[in-house]
């Protein structure tokens, strides 16, 4: 099995870097599934409206799916690290604006960790 790509670009081609996009289009599709499920898992458990729960877990059946063809493509290590950071960012800022829970500057900086230690792992290095 050949080595799989990270998602840093890797070189030139005619003045344009080589990107893999469709394994951005993925990620970012993913956690936005993953995002809006959990928006759909906490407005159920707010209302108990069942359709909201059955929303949630179809949204996260489809963000397991476009995971499951992210690992074809690149490193699990990277690719779950910038899901589930990308993820824990956009719920923890949705959280505190849509259902006024707690953003303290404690938290706030867990979220700057979390961000670096994805930038950290998406940068690859020596192996």
């Keep these: 099995m050949g080595a799989k790509p990270d998602l840093a670009p890797t070189g030139w081609r005619k003045g344009v870097q080589s990107v893999d996009w469709l394994l951005w289009g993925m990620l970012v599709a993913?956690?936005?599934c993953e995002?809006?499920?959990d928006l759909a898992f906490k407005w159920w458990a707010e209302t108990d409206r069942w359709p909201a729960l059955a929303a949630g877990l179809a949204l996260y059946a489809l963000?397991?799916?476009l995971f499951a063809h992210m690992l074809r493509r690149a490193e699990l290590a990277v690719i779950f690290a910038l899901w589930v950071g990308v993820a824990a960012v956009?719920?923890?800022v949705a959280g505190w604006l849509f259902f006024d829970e707690a953003?303290?500057?404690?938290h706030i900086c867990g979220l700057?960790?979390?961000v670096g230690g994805v930038?950290?792992?998406q940068s690859g290095g020596a192996k």
């Design 112 to 114: 700057i960790l979390v």
């Design 35 to 37: 995002f809006v499920g």
């Design 30 to 32: 993913a956690a936005a």
């Design 63 to 65: 963000a397991l799916i």
């Design 90 to 92: 956009l719920v923890a």
């Design 119 to 121: 930038l950290l792992l």
């Design 103 to 106: 953003l303290s500057p404690r």
